[in-house]
């Protein structure tokens, strides 16, 4: 099957506009007869509801938790790219294009990625008029501070919040919608299926998490926006709740996954402290610019670090990476970590972690600079290890943070199954294989704000669907099924929680197909896995009943698809025979063990075609084409 | 240092919204030190469910202290004893070796529970849903730095649209008032100049609809600002009485 990715022709400058001009109008009258439904409300739910409903489009928008607020993109910290200039740096359109394709290490679609960075200049303006209270300078204007893999200061940032108020500004907006009767607002609901009649996506089956009862609604067109699946490493920065399910159910239902293997490790997280550990937080990495990363020269040298004197350290990066030493990008940095745990030179208690260490820059700078540049972290830090890093080093340790991977989108963001659109983390459109920091929040709000309200209207206007409601039979079969799922999984009562298969799965994951993986360790983890899901559906226990809250429930369903979904990432892990980006294949490096890449045969997105429950996925390829920038290798030294 | 303690929970469990609930004691053996509280419960709760019994419900997401989603009252406290800290940025070395821990909801007329610690937050959203916003559409806004806004009166909104929506406000006050939660949004939009032209209508609007959903009135008790995880200023309260007062006197909205 070829793949049409719909980009349009022309100049990269002028495709969008050319694009919005050929795409049909739906007349302003009729909008209101079409309903749309929205998953998730994240950046791009939220802003996608808010602005489909604004256009007069009847929208049914619906969330996991108890209230649209509260959607992961509240966590982001960092900030938001937007290529306004307003430095006078340099910056531009051209250069905010170029830095996401070559941090993707160029496995991302030219269009999309130059759209991108066209709408991250009206991103800024929208969030000001909403009342987003970005960071100022004394004179009132926009502050703007810098952020990896740049060299411009193009990133807007609200404290250390400014996911929180982003998200805010998209709720807000979508609150305006609820009380005007345009949105009709579920929340505490879980998509658990997608309905296809007639090759388009008509519906959704959904739980309702307080009552259990499972409920149909019908659509004309379906958008999900229901984030990425970086918690199938169980643990991970993510929330608690996010999940693969959604995608998953379209990608059974005939939706295209692409590039699953593409997962992004962040280097400054806080360790493991324990086996019930239940997720891993964030450290802004920022933090590198003045903190040391260093390890015992001894393996198994147990000392307390301020009892290591200076000759008996090994400050890894330094040595290995004279030129760029402690800012190596997020991927090297954490391979490198990971490298000296695995030869026994991990420090604390579990020997995860390696130690940064401010006490150059505190003796350089004084306590005081310190402080104002990263005095919040320093105190969350403090909040969570109980240790003074003005004191003693910080402890840190790479973690799972984000997933490039997701559902195959064409340019107009819609998947290979008409009328299933799908925004934010949850597509896999415009990172490539490695995103750059601050780049997602401007993704999910580019395409919520700026690109699905276009979009959606050209197919809706240009296309026929038949009149259905939900008691057409792909409604009833689909119900039958996720309720038949539903009790297999309460009557099995084994021996062990959904939480310690979770887990394994998590630690299998982490191990063979997290930062660098090899055919072997892949090959492995495939098998295991798959014993794992059997064992997993012989001997999971969920309590409760289907008819009620049920959290064991839920998680159930989610870790049930997180196994199955694993084996195509660990499908995809094996077929991309080259190293790109988060994706490192130790088999193919370069002499300066940096990820090697095979643009002559894996210059593709890898788009996997769900076959049958029994049957191995079906690879299709979407060529990537680059006429405008030059393929060049990454080196660090 | 991390240690190993162990601790007696009287959990809230109750079935249903409409169903009787109770005080029921757990053991949580052997509780590392380093542990969330959340990671304590969830410790307890492996332990329940494999003797085939439910485990507690309890509301969480981010478990980094910025959804707003978790929260209970801890031995009479929302969030727990630590200051300026949600339930989920808790930490048992806050704890010691055989204490007992209550654990309950948050308690207020317009939160129902609906299931143990798991209640019903979505009048908040309602309140938000009145008029907590600017009414500008996607689209036709113009260019960021037209609009400029002291960094004093910056810093003061983020203050306040810092706050979670967690509700430990309303659970915390003795007459169940959401002020705190509601002044913070009339404030944050209030302050900044794009926010100004609806300050009225807002003011006036959410205030009816926090009145209308069966929270309390403000006595100036001061145990929601005590409380707040996110150290929401009560002066807050004072601008939303300013802007509400302002807004009686010239509003045209009835
Ligand atoms: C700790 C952390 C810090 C970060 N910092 C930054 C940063 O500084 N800058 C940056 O650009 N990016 C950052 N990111 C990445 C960024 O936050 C996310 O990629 C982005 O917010 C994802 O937004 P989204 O709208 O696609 O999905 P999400 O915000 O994840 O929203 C998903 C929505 O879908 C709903 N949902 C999911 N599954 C279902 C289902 N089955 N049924 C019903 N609803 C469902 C959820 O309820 C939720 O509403 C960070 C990420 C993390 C983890
Ligand atoms: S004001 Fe404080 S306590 Fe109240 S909802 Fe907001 S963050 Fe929670
Ligand atoms: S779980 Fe998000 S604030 Fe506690």
């Known amino acids: 099957m070829q793949l049409d990715s719909k980009v349009p022709g022309g100049p990269l400058s002028e495709q969008w506009d050319k694009h919005r001009c050929e795409l049909k109008l739906v007349n302003p009258a009729n909008k209101r007869k079409f309903n ?13 509801s808010a602005s489909l409903a604004e256009l007069g ?16 993109s509240i966590a982001a910290q960092g900030g938001i790219n937007g290529a306004k200039n307003y430095p006078n740096d340099g910056d531009s359109i051209q250069h905010l294009f170029y830095d996401t394709i070559k941090g993707g290490d160029f496995r991302a679609r030219e ?9 991250s200049v009206d991103i800024i303006d929208q969030c000001v008029a909403q009342g987003v209270p970005f960071a100022r300078e004394y004179g009132g204007l926009l502050a703007n501070r810098s952020f990896g893999g740049a060299q411009v200061s193009r990133t807007f940032y609200a404290r250390g919040q400014t996911g929180q108020q982003l998200l805010l500004g998209a709720y807000s907006a979508l609150s305006r919608q609820i009380n005007a009767g345009k949105v009709e607002m579920f929340t505490r609901r879980e998509m658990l299926d997608l309905v296809v ?5 008509r519906g959704i089956i959904v739980r309702n998490l307080i009552t259990g009862e499972i409920e149909s609604h019908d659509a004309d067109a379906v958008v999900l926006c229901t984030g990425g699946y970086a918690n199938v490493f169980f643990l991970s920065t993510n929330a608690m709740a996010s999940n693969v399910t959604a995608s998953f159910r379209a990608y059974k239902k005939g939706a ?11 280097p400054t997280c806080i360790p493991v402290h324990g086996t019930f550990q239940s997720k891993l937080t964030l450290m802004s990495e920022s933090l590198r610019n003045d903190g040391r990363v260093w390890v015992p020269k001894n393996p198994g040298d147990k000392r307390p670090a301020n009892q290591i004197p200076e000759s008996e350290r090994e400050y890894y990066l330094e040595n290995q990476y004279p030129s760029f030493g402690n800012l190596v990008p997020r991927d090297v940095a954490s391979r490198r970590a990971k490298e000296q745990c695995d030869i026994g030179k991990g420090v604390g208690e579990t020997g995860l972690a390696v130690y940064l260490d401010f006490a150059e820059a505190i003796e350089r700078d004084g306590r005081d600079i310190i402080e104002k540049k990263y005095g919040n972290l320093f105190q969350m830090y403090e909040k969570i290890t109980a240790e003074n890093p003005y004191e003693t080093p910080m402890m840190i340790y790479p973690a799972i943070h984000y997933t490039m991977g997701g559902l195959w989108v064409d340019y107009n963001l819609m998947s290979n199954l008409e009328g299933l659109f799908v925004l934010g983390e949850a597509n896999f459109s415009d990172h490539g294989a490695n995103r750059l920091g601050a780049s997602a929040l401007m993704q999910g709000l580019a395409d919520g704000y700026f690109i699905i309200p276009y979009t959606i209207g050209g197919y809706l206007a240009g296309t026929s669907r038949k009149d259905i409601t939900t008691d057409h039979p792909a409604f009833k079969d689909a119900v039958k099924m996720v309720k038949a799922r539903m009790n297999n999984l309460l009557s099995i009562k084994g021996k062990r929680t959904v939480d310690d298969f979770h887990r394994e799965l998590g630690l299998t994951l982490w191990e063979h197909c997290g930062m660098s993986r090899n055919e072997e360790g892949l090959k492995k983890a495939k098998e295991h896995i798959k014993g794992l899901q059997e064992e997993f559906w012989q001997n999971v226990t969920v309590p409760g009943r289907e008819k009620d809250f049920n959290q064991s429930l839920e998680r159930a369903g989610r870790v049930a698809d997180f196994l199955e979904f694993s084996q195509v990432m660990i499908e995809d892990a094996l077929e991309r025979k ?16 940096e990820a090697l890449r095979d643009d002559e045969n894996f ?9 049958g429950d029994d049957k191995d996925p079906e690879m299709h390829k979407e060529p990537l084409v680059f006429k405008n920038v030059e393929l060049t290798q990454r080196s660090y030294k | 240092m991390t240690k190993a303690i162990n601790l007696t929970l009287k959990v809230w469990r109750q079935q249903g919204p409409d169903l009787k609930g109770r005080l029921e004691t757990y053991d949580a053996k052997n509780i590392s030190t380093d542990m969330s509280f959340l990671e304590m419960i969830d410790v307890v709760n492996e332990k329940i469910t494999l003797e085939g019994k439910e485990p507690i419900a309890f509301d969480n997401d981010c478990r980094e202290g910025i959804c707003g989603m978790c929260g209970a009252v801890i031995n009479g406290r929302a969030h727990g004893p630590e200051k300026g800290t949600t339930l989920c940025q808790l930490h048992m070395r806050q704890f010691s070796d055989n204490d007992i821990i209550v654990i309950e909801p948050w308690r207020a007329k317009a939160f129902k529970v609906i299931k143990d610690l798991v209640v019903d937050r979505s009048a908040l959203d309602k309140i938000i849903q009145a008029g907590g916003y600017i009414s500008v559409n996607t689209g036709g806004a113009q260019d960021a730095n037209s609009i400029l806004v002291p960094q004093e009166t910056a810093e003061l909104a983020m203050d306040a649209a ?22 913070a949004k009339i404030s944050q939009l209030a302050l900044l100049p794009q926010g100004k032209p609806e300050a009225a209508r807002r003011a006036i609007a959410m205030t009816r609809v926090m009145d209308k959903l069966g929270f309390g009135n403000c006595t100036n008790e001061r145990e929601c600002e005590a409380e707040c995880p996110k150290e929401i200023s009560i002066t807050n309260i004072a601008r939303m009485n300013r802007e509400y007062l302002k807004a009686s006197f010239i509003s045209t909205v009835q």
């Open chain 1, 197 to 201: 009649i007639n090759d388009q996506a």
């Open chain 1, 111 to 119: 269009s999309n990625v130059y759209r991108l960075a066209q709408a």
């Open chain 1, 578 to 593: 080259e190293s790109c980006g988060g994706h490192f294949n130790e088999a193919f490096q370069t002499d300066e063990n």
């Open chain 1, 256 to 266: 295209f996954f692409a590039n699953p293997c593409f997962t992004q490790i962040h």
């Open chain 1, 57 to 72: 489009y009847y929208v049914k928008t619906f969330c996991i938790q108890d209230s649209p607020r509260r959607a992961h």
């Open chain 1, 603 to 611: 210059c593709h997105v890898s788009a996997w075609e769900f076959k």
């Open chain 2, 162 to 183: 810092a706050c979670i929506g967690c509700g430990a406000c309303v659970a915390a006050c003795p007459n169940a008032s959401a002020m705190l939660f509601t002044s």
């Open chain 1, 36 to 48: 749309i439904i929205v998953v998730g409300t994240g950046l791009a739910g939220g802003a996608a």
